[in-house]
């Protein structure tokens, strides 16, 4: 049961993300994440009222208000990225990022991984540079083959004539593509939340969700006031950040729900699958192309996936 939650968690978040992306595009990110926060947060405290469940300690609500803080800075990141760079490249490196971070704390705590959680973690290290599009042939190409007409990794970093492009200025040039950084931020970010919340009581119901999205719409109103953006969206974006809203509830609480249930390494890995929707969505409705190599990334992606389930 923990297992389908998870992925419905998946399922939600990924087409919230592709929602927000576009409203991103056309407002900007940090009105986004305001917005869609307190639609959330009204969401769920109206689910609340009406089921009347939970008990929240001032230790659950501390917790989740600390997960909104990092949520809150990973979405800001993640839509951010979106807008700027490619859909179906920025949303696999931050769920990679935010299914390693679990399995990291699962470790530190002495949660007891196995060998085959181990090489799914390795194995989504090596999808991320896929889904990326770094150009791993090119790592042994040298500058005349470059100049012979294959497309050199990074025009900033050139190599020095007779010599091989080096890894660190393959992936300086990864990181300079539009939305990485900002995707590799994000993933930091949920990290950050799906450990917070797990620490939460059971007995706290849904309410630690409303505390998280609470505290990351109050520092997105600091942020904006200090910086001067205007949360004011046109038409066309609010449409698409109150579709985001609504779904990132349902994705949150789907996952709140998965990991009380379940090993957390386990429900944030499969939650974390929700790249494959964002990119489905973008390549469908914008007509994305993706590469082989970004394509078998995508796969590889999802055998890290079972890997860790199954470890």
């Known amino acids: ?67 909104g803080l990092g949520g809150g800075l990973g979405a800001l990141l993640l839509f951010r990225g979106l807008a700027i760079g490619q859909m179906g490249v920025v949303a696999p490196i931050t769920a990679a990022g935010a299914a390693v971070i679990p399995v990291g704390y699962g470790l530190v705590t002495g949660d007891a991984l196995g060998r085959l959680t181990i090489v799914g973690v390795g194995v989504a290290l090596v999808a991320v540079g896929l889904i990326s599009g770094v150009d791993l042939a090119a790592l042994r190409r040298t500058p005349a083959a470059v100049g012979a007409g294959a497309r050199p990794l990074s025009p900033i970093l050139p190599a020095p004539a007779g010599s091989s492009i080096g890894l660190g200025a393959a992936f300086g040039a990864v990181a300079r593509r539009p939305g990485v950084l900002d995707a590799l931020g994000s993933g930091v970010g949920f990290g950050a939340f799906f450990v917070l919340l797990s620490r939460t009581s059971e007995d706290a119901g849904l309410w630690p969700l409303v505390s998280a999205r609470g505290m990351s719409v109050v520092a997105m109103v600091a ?62 409705i914008d007509h994305e192309q993706l590469s082989r190599l970004q394509l078998a990334g995508i796969g590889l992606a999802g055998v890290a996936v079972a890997l860790i389930s199954i470890g």
Do not use: E, K
């Open 1 to 67: 049961m923990a297992a389908l939650l998870a992925l419905g968690a998946a399922l939600g978040w990924g087409s919230s993300d592709y929602a927000a992306g576009v409203a991103s595009r056309r407002s900007h990110p940090m009105s986004v994440v305001l917005l869609a926060h307190l639609l959330s947060a009204l969401a769920l405290l109206c689910v609340l009222l009406a089921v009347g469940t939970g008990v929240a300690g001032a230790d659950d609500l501390a917790l989740g208000a600390a997960a």
């Open 223 to 284: 942020v904006a006031v200090a910086t001067g953006v205007q949360i004011a969206q046109d038409r066309d974006a609010r449409v698409h950040t109150v579709v985001a809203g609504v779904l990132d509830a349902v994705a949150a609480a789907l996952f709140l729900l998965a990991s009380r249930d379940a090993n957390l390494a386990v429900v944030s890995v499969l939650a974390s699958l929700y790249p494959l929707a964002t990119a489905g969505l973008a390549r469908l």
